[in-house]
């Protein structure tokens, strides 16, 4: 933190609230991804930094994240490092703007690390007025474009398979076996998936996260034969109402900066609460 920056800016509630959902979401996806045969996230505590460690993906800079890292664990590196390297694992540092001082950026640069990724993480606050003044409609979506839920087994295992369609012809087909097994994690109440249809054909997905009073939007995918028709801006006015209807006091997301997905967000009341940065070695492995 910069010596700037207020200890009760209202921001640092949002940075706060961020970690602790990306390192829960992190460990979900984990637990119900349908591509990890063999796996284990490993999650211990550094002070006040989180350590995400799957050493049976070792490849993986998701599953193998350092969150949290600041200022006040930087006597703190050389241990995390060593947790990391007994383990053959090429480790990310996935850094907030708050933690991200010249200090900790030098300490980091000297093992070799730098910034290869930023992704923008964007709020929208909730209040429910329009549920309690009787308003319907304020996330209003295309007529043409109908959202349902995945509410059960059946429908889950038919979603399993627009994601694998997402991957494209060439990705490995899923065993029934891991289809049956983790259908169960796509209609859970803390984790809800819609499919947007154009003409009874499926068009595109997304998911909403919750934890508390809290939401995550993530996993928006438009099929190609339907990009630029509005599903991706419905699914997201379609997930802001759910998010209401159930509580939520905000929502938050992550995109790629000055992305279509980045405009989406910010035409459906979005807006900017800070950048993140991914630090990992300046050489990958080959």
């Not at 207020?6 to 990306?22: G, K, S, T, W």
């Not at 490849?59 to 200022?71: A, H, L």
């Not at 003044?133 to 295309?142: C, K, L, T, V, Y």
């Not at 009874?200 to 996993?219: I, Q």
Request: hydrophobic share 35%.
């Amino acid at each position: 933190m910069t010596k700037n920056t207020p200890q009760n800016h209202p921001v640092l509630a949002d940075v706060e609230r961020m970690i602790y959902l990306e390192t829960e979401l992190t460990k979900f996806n984990h637990e119900r991804s349908l591509y990890l045969a063999e796996s284990h996230l490993n999650v211990t505590q550094i002070g006040g930094t989180t350590l995400l460690m799957d050493q049976l993906s070792p490849q993986s800079s998701y599953y193998n994240r350092v969150i949290g890292f600041g200022p006040a664990d930087l006597e703190r590196l050389p241990d995390i490092l060593e947790s990391y390297g007994a383990a053959g694992i090429d480790l990310c540092f996935d850094m907030s703007p708050d933690r991200q001082t010249g200090e900790v950026a030098g300490a980091l640069a000297a093992q070799g690390f730098v910034p290869r990724l930023q992704l923008a993480f964007l709020k929208q606050e909730l209040n429910g007025e329009s549920l309690e003044s009787g308003e319907a409609n304020r996330f209003p979506s295309s007529v043409e474009i109908h959202i349902s839920r995945v509410s059960n087994e059946r429908e889950a295992v038919s979603f399993i398979g627009l994601i694998e369609r997402s991957r494209g012809e060439d990705a490995p087909a899923l065993e029934e076996a891991i289809i049956r097994q983790k259908s169960r994690y796509f209609y859970r109440e803390d984790f809800h998936n819609f499919v947007a249809s154009i003409g009874g054909e499926s068009a595109g997905m997304g998911s909403l996260f919750v934890r508390g009073d809290t939401g995550y939007l993530a996993n928006d995918f438009t099929f190609p034969d339907f990009r630029g028709r509005g599903v991706q801006t419905a699914l997201i006015r379609h997930r802001l109402q759910t998010a209401e209807s159930l509580g939520l006091k905000r929502v938050y997301t992550d995109v790629e900066f000055a992305s279509g997905s980045h405009a989406n967000m910010l035409r459906c009341g979005f807006e900017l609460v800070y950048m993140n940065t991914f630090w990992m070695k300046s050489v990958l492995p080959q």
